[in-house]
């Protein structure tokens, strides 16, 4: 089965400063990963996604994530932050396995909090 | 071309009581699913759709909760009657059809803004 573990409920950067949110992933099948933000008031909107091809994911907003199987690790960064992608990000595995539904497992999620 | 609908926003209602939610999905897309986040916890999978079939129904918590999508299109959410732990964000989400079996593919689920739902 699969699961997902966010590590850090709240994580608070200054404006320009390095965004590191970090997601640890568990999967019996090669895995197909996500990150999606959501704004206030706004759906879940899809950041970036990691399906089997090139381990470091590039995705809008100059966000990029880097698929790690020996830690089973999927983190999300963008070098420098800006005041508006202060919102709630959200790691996703995909359950493509023998039920093939597609249906997402997600994390916990994270808020992100981007000071002046 | 419009994205994901979900039809009310919020919604406050009493305990005991009916509520049901809409969601449109995206013309075409034959994929629809619903998930709900309740309060400090994380976005759960309720069910899946593919056109008019419930392909998975396994996180639908009980037998309050029905889920319908006639013709294929929009779908609906029913809470009969309503409990005090039913509160939480309901999201609709639908994906373009992909071929059983075909895991080299994954098709995108776009997610509707959601319907905040309130048990009093």
């Known amino acids: 089965a699969q699961s997902v573990t966010q590590l850090g409920s709240h994580v608070s950067v200054s404006e320009g400063a390095l965004v590191l949110l970090r997601c640890n992933y568990s999967?019996?099948?090669?895995?197909?990963l996500f990150w999606y933000v959501q704004y206030p008031n706004q759906g879940l909107q899809l950041l970036l996604k990691y399906t089997s091809a090139a381990t470091l994911v590039k995705g809008i907003n100059g966000f990029e994530a880097e698929f790690k199987k020996s830690e089973t690790s999927f983190h999300l960064t963008k070098p420098s932050a800006h005041m508006s992608d202060a919102a709630e990000y959200f790691c996703a595995v995909s359950d493509h396995g023998s039920s093939n539904t597609g249906k997402l497992i997600f994390g916990q999620g994270t808020t992100l909090q981007v000071k002046p | 071309e419009a994205g994901v609908t979900q039809f009310p926003s919020h919604s406050v209602i009493e305990k005991g009581q009916t509520v049901t939610l809409r969601c449109d999905p995206i013309s075409g897309h034959d994929n629809l699913y619903w998930y709900r986040r309740v309060m400090g916890k994380e976005i759960k999978f309720l069910l899946h759709?593919?056109?008019?079939?419930?392909?998975?129904e396994s996180g639908m918590p009980n037998n309050r909760f029905l889920a319908e999508r006639t013709g294929g299109t929009y779908s609906t959410l029913k809470v009969q009657p309503a409990e005090l732990e039913d509160s939480g964000v309901y999201f609709c989400?639908?994906?373009?059809?992909?071929?059983?079996?075909?895991?080299?593919?994954?098709?995108?689920?776009?997610f509707g803004p959601g319907t905040r739902l309130t048990v009093l």
């Open positions: 759709f593919v056109k008019e079939s419930k392909q998975d």
């Open positions: 999967s019996s099948v090669p895995p197909y």
């Open positions: 989400a639908s994906s373009q059809f992909r071929l059983a079996g075909d895991l080299t593919s994954y098709n995108e689920q776009f």
